[in-house]
């Protein structure tokens, strides 16, 4: 089975949208649910465990830079395979569309580009830990 992705995001999107915390698309034999969590919920009913780092979102914010966010939940990966050499580190110079770091969901390895050219002030996230729909993942300066 393909995933579509523009499905999902179109999903994702809807939730924001409506002020919906839960959605579920199902056409034949294809189910799609995509939720989010809202305060102080830290698991989403899809049996993904959400549970961002709230020192490391209110810190992102204090920041100046361009913040990279995540496209979608998943599990972030700051390298393509166990034991690789990862995407970036702080103070690496990176291009617009650069591929900074791989979000996996439903075992799908969405690559996460850069939004804008800069050198990599701080990487918010470790490697494996699970991520939500627009949370800053690093911020460039």
Do not use: C, W
């Amino acid at each position: 089975m393909k995933i579509d992705k523009k499905l999902i995001k179109e999903l994702v999107d809807n939730l924001s949208e409506f002020n919906l915390t839960e959605l579920e698309y199902q056409e034949g034999q294809t189910k799609i649910k995509v939720s989010k969590a809202s305060k102080g919920i830290e698991q989403i009913k899809s049996s993904s465990v959400v549970s961002p780092n709230k020192a490391v979102l209110s810190e992102a914010e204090d920041s100046d830079g361009i913040r990279v966010k995540s496209p979608i939940i998943g599990t972030a990966y700051l390298a393509p395979e166990p034991g690789a050499k990862k995407f970036i580190e702080v103070g690496d110079k990176i291009k617009k569309g650069q591929t900074v770091m791989i979000v996996e969901a439903m075992k799908t390895m969405n690559h996460v580009p850069s939004t804008g050219d800069g050198v990599v002030k701080k990487i918010l996230v470790n490697d494996g830990q699970p991520v939500e729909f627009g949370q800053p993942l690093l911020i460039l300066k």
